[in-house]
């Protein structure tokens, strides 16, 4: 692997970025639920992350020769320095990851998906490999793309890769936990197609006060309630994108002393006797079909090179275009 001095030949500088602070604030859910969860597991989680895409692997390996690539979400950095003629760069938002790629000697930094640290047509590649599902609001998708494109050259090619709903394997999601619906406001926004299922149905503060007429409309509410409950459950279901995702740490990986005694004892993990694993729940937006896609509309400066499902995820291919 090649090996780049990013304090002078590639200064790494930060742009001003038009976006609100909102958008780049990380959301709780995100903390708790990604953050502190990574940083957990991070040792067993990199030793079951070795194998390469054969989608990721052809993209990079059709990059020209000296390409700078950029990482986002690099975890322990399997991807870096998988192509030996170029230039890698990755960035985390896990500083226990990135330890574990600074050990393997690659150029790595912690930084937020949503504030790359990276100025403007800083390189000529970028990948985001199931990064995007991980973050909690539409709005932080959006900008994680735009930062994406940002900091490629025009001309400048960037895969993204993002769990789908619509898994090869259908029994996984019998194994992930649907996020309660009272949540999803808060964290996908009251505009969000979603949210506003949610908050659609008829409340019973709308039944008439008057007895008789009362009666007769708790009634009607009763006797819809029934079937309209059933569609809604599985409308519901169908509709589902918003999971926790367990991530079984065996006792012997465990921290006795470290972050998953304080996991335990915060109740961000909980202990699984059977199994001899302290389980943890990791959050993730599942995209549905064209969703991905749809996420680009209103970015001028892209254009979709190509979008493919693969391996039950939705993948990507943007071009810089100005």
Not at 38 to 66: C, M, N, Q
Not at 131 to 160: F, M, P, Y
């Amino acid at each position: 692997m090649k090996q780049i001095n990013t304090e002078s030949e590639h200064p790494c500088i930060t742009e001003n970025s038009p976006s609100s602070i909102s958008v780049k604030s990380t959301p709780e859910i995100e903390k708790k639920f990604v953050h502190s969860v990574y940083d957990a597991i991070a040792p067993h989680f990199s030793s079951t992350r070795f194998a390469k895409w054969p989608k990721v692997a052809e993209f990079l390996s059709s990059l020209p020769s000296g390409s700078l690539i950029l990482d986002a979400g690099c975890g322990n950095g399997k991807y870096l320095g998988f192509n030996q003629d170029c230039f890698f760069i990755g960035c985390d938002i896990s500083p226990s990851l990135i330890k574990i790629c600074l050990d393997r000697g690659h150029e790595v930094l912690v930084a937020d998906a949503v504030n790359l640290p990276y100025r403007t047509g800083f390189g000529d590649a970028a990948i985001s490999i199931a990064v995007l599902h991980h973050l909690s609001t539409e709005n932080r998708r959006r900008k994680a793309i735009e930062e994406l494109v940002r900091v490629v050259k025009k001309g400048g090619l960037v895969l993204i890769t993002v769990w789908a709903v619509e898994q090869e394997d259908s029994s996984l999601l019998n194994k992930w936990t649907p996020l309660a619906d009272k949540y999803v406001e808060e964290w996908q926004g009251s505009g969000s197609p979603r949210a506003a299922r949610l908050t659609s149905s008829p409340s019973l503060e709308s039944i008439p006060e008057s007895e008789e007429s009362a009666v007769s409309a708790e009634m009607k509410v009763c006797n819809g309630s029934e079937v309209l409950g059933d569609l809604e459950e599985e409308e519901n279901v169908k509709n589902q994108q918003e999971y926790f995702v367990p991530w079984h740490l065996p006792y012997h990986r465990a921290e006795v002393s470290g972050a998953s005694a304080h996991a335990l004892a915060t109740g961000l993990a909980t202990k699984d006797d059977i199994k001899g694993a302290v389980i943890y729940n990791r959050y993730y937006h599942v995209f549905s079909e064209g969703e991905l896609e749809s996420l680009t509309n209103g970015i001028s400066n892209a254009r979709v090179v190509d979008q493919f499902f693969d391996k039950s995820n939705w993948c990507i291919i943007l071009e810089r275009t100005q």
